[in-house]
């Protein structure tokens, strides 16, 4: 059954229930004083978000025939490291945010020490999942599924673009910074997306190019439209607080671009994007819709 | 060269000179706004700490003949996720220490949100270390090891441990519930570190009874010590603050027990640790020292 056949909308419906299906399942809460623990991590991943990152490992999945189960898995792995990262990013010293998804932040409806451990642990379960041997039968997969998502997230990845992040509160960004940070915040783990699916589907490197070049534009276009919905969004469609770029000083595609350039170059990525799947047939329609949807929202 | 030829004190002084290579190497400072990111992780991670956990792998990796470069990336890696550990238990919202191994805290020689990231960064680092074909040539060893570490350090492993730690500031624990408490505290970790030493040796896992049971008495021997240093310590010689349990009304072993008894039963596990390598010889002398200083330190 080809999810391209079916549109993104409902695969987007059905990943959502998948997604919340596996949460459900791997957070059962215990028995003991963990369970504040369990309730917290619930409550961060748990119905909400686009889980536009799983789709795109299954879209990508899709175009080699890796089996959907082994997609979903590490689909699902790395949503646990958005989750986390959300919810980190949520702390009072950090963004300090009170809103997240139409609901309050796990530190607001739990509190701060209570967050810090839900988000390690996600971080930690992330490789849990990776590691068995349901994700996937060869075990050199496995290994370069995790060693992978391990570079996507540490301090060569999102964890060091989230450093950039809260340096640039002091600094005068240009253009090219505010790209080399946004390749780390976000990039990094939208490009895992796409490597692993090429992991499992066993393409060697030097094949990757242009599956690495649409993860890149797919990412930048992404980070501006989120840009554009901190500028032009309200806290009632987006579900968080808006406004915080500009209040934080924080250099950003908008701020540099101004919102006309910035969404005319969101729309020249997305269609340089879509460009790199040019030797790819209709079994990469579903990551040409997710492209075209990464730009949708602001509309 | 067997380690256990040259006794365990001078074994200890080189695994630290060959931990802090390490962190050196792995953790070179960027040329970019991430720098503070990296000189948080080096605070932290460099010139400290008795490492160990790291020792505990290359003494169990010794009696399988596993060699040493291996056992030192495994033992590498879970120190990244012990300093992980430490800097987010320092945090004002979790223990809220300002002293750690005789220096600052990092959030208190950076800022908070450095060490939430700076710790977040290590536990990914442990995974990327792992996940590198120079730590063992066989996949499914990588993949074994990774699947391992994120068992022991997440919700039903060290996560978990430390969120019943936080929750018996509530509760009027017993001495089963403390056990508990403490064998995924600090047991998991530790537990992984006997397990790595297996896996990397291929020993089946119905063959690792004994080690397993080396591994569960070190590591109550080991708390029950820390919780002994914490009453009769002073912030000098343990280079942390002392006292914090009795100030937080937390049950521990020595509150439940007492002085004398406490001392008596970390004895006697520390006994039954060394029973549990009865089938091994000198190859496992290392592993008998190590268990023997682990008490040493209270004396």
């Not at 391209?4 to 059905?14: F, T």
């Not at 005068?172 to 090429?198: H, M, N, S, W, Y």
């Not at 009632?236 to 540099?256: I, M, P, Q, W």
């Amino acid at each position: 059954m080809a999810v391209v056949s079916i549109g993104l909308k409902p695969a987007l419906d059905r990943m959502a229930k998948d997604v919340d299906i596996l949460f459900d399942t791997w957070l059962k809460v215990p028995g003991d004083s963990r369970a504040k623990l369990y309730e917290a991590m619930r409550h961060a991943a748990i119905g909400g978000g686009k889980r536009l990152r799983p789709m795109l490992i299954v879209a990508a999945c899709e175009v080699f025939n890796v089996d959907r189960d082994s997609a979903m898995r590490a689909g699902f792995a790395v949503e646990c490291i958005h989750v986390y990262s959300l919810i980190h990013d949520d702390l009072p010293c950090m963004d300090d945010d009170d809103l997240r998804r139409g609901k309050p932040t796990v530190h607001k409806a739990f509190d701060e020490a209570t967050a810090v451990l839900a988000g390690d642990c996600l971080l930690a379960l992330a490789f849990e999942i990776l590691g068995e041997k349901a994700t996937h039968a060869d075990p050199f997969v496995r290994a370069e599924l995790m060693a992978e998502l391990a570079r996507a997230s540490g301090p060569a990845g999102m964890g060091g673009g989230q450093m950039m992040d809260l340096e640039a509160e002091h600094r005068e960004l240009d253009l090219p910074a505010v790209t080399r940070l946004q390749q780390l915040k976000t990039g990094a783990l939208i490009g895992f997306c796409l490597e692993a699916a090429c992991i499992m589907a066993r393409i060697p490197p030097e094949h990757r190019t242009h599956l690495r070049g649409y993860a890149r534009d797919l990412g930048l276009a992404f980070q501006i439209a989120d840009d554009l919905l901190d500028v032009e969004g309200d806290e009632e469609n987006t579900g968080k607080r808006v406004g915080k770029d500009a209040e934080a000083g924080k250099a950003t595609f908008v701020s540099l671009l101004g919102v006309d350039r910035a969404r005319q170059q969101a729309e020249m990525l997305v269609d340089q994007a879509i460009d790199h799947l040019r030797d790819f047939g209709e079994e990469a329609d579903m990551l040409r819709a997710i492209a075209r949807f990464a730009i949708e929202r602001t509309h």
